[in-house]
């Protein structure tokens, strides 16, 4: 894919909208790349702290605005779309899977089913790509926990990963695996303190690599 003159919706949570870098004008991984490559545009649809799964109560705050409602917001001229969540429905501890045939958007793989198809059939013919969530430094004892306390939503984040990639192959959508192959060692605090300083979100540095990782898969599609 040629990237100069692209304009591209990134739609995404907190790591997306620039938390974690010095200046979300500029800095968050979209801003990176449109620099490097040209592109014209690279839309924000980050929003901290939202899922891809949606809530049993919506309300107006935007912390509630699940993916798919944020979608319908989205500009529909886009040369392509660049998803990136899930993070936040293993961090929150509230999101329940579901199973592979859900097409109901308050599990996760419901959830994920509703996106792309809304995605697909709103950008015919436009390349589409998720990214799986990184690795975060308290993944194994947030999990743990959750299963110390009988949580029913209880899943390490790698299942949350597997069902993106699963949902994406479904309808042969590219997928940037950032758990397996981001070089973003997110579990390993003395990795972090450079790089992702909360243990969750990427810093400028960061940003640098997952925009790296990005357009390199981008210009191979």
Not at 60 to 81: G, K, W
Request: with cysteine; aromatic share 10%; proline share 5%.
């Amino acid at each position: 894919m040629e990237l100069k003159g692209k304009k591209i919706n990134f739609l995404g949570d907190s790591i997306t909208e620039g938390h974690g870098t010095s200046d979300w004008g500029t800095k968050p991984y979209h801003q990176v790349l449109k620099a490097r490559a040209g592109l014209a545009e690279a839309r924000n649809y980050g929003k901290g702290g939202t899922k891809i799964a949606r809530l049993p109560v919506i309300t107006d705050n935007p912390f509630d605005q699940d993916f798919n409602l944020r979608a319908l917001d989205m500009d529909t001229d886009a040369d392509a779309i660049v998803v990136f969540g899930g993070t936040n429905d293993f961090g929150h501890g509230t999101i329940p899977m579901g199973e592979m045939s859900d097409r109901d958007p308050h599990t996760f793989y419901g959830g994920l089913h509703t996106l792309c198809q809304y995605l697909i059939k709103t950008y015919i013919d436009k390349p589409i790509v998720f990214m799986t969530p990184l690795h975060r430094l308290n993944e194994i004892m947030d999990y743990n926990n959750r299963v110390a306390e009988n949580n029913p939503c209880a899943r390490p984040l790698v299942d949350f990963v597997q069902a993106i990639r699963e949902v994406c192959e479904f309808y042969s959508i590219p997928v940037l695996d950032l758990y397996r192959e981001g070089g973003m060692y997110g579990q390993l605090w003395t990795w972090c303190e450079r790089h992702m300083p909360d243990g969750l979100h990427p810093s400028d540095s960061g940003h640098e690599m997952i925009a790296n990782k990005l357009q390199k898969f981008l210009e191979n599609l």
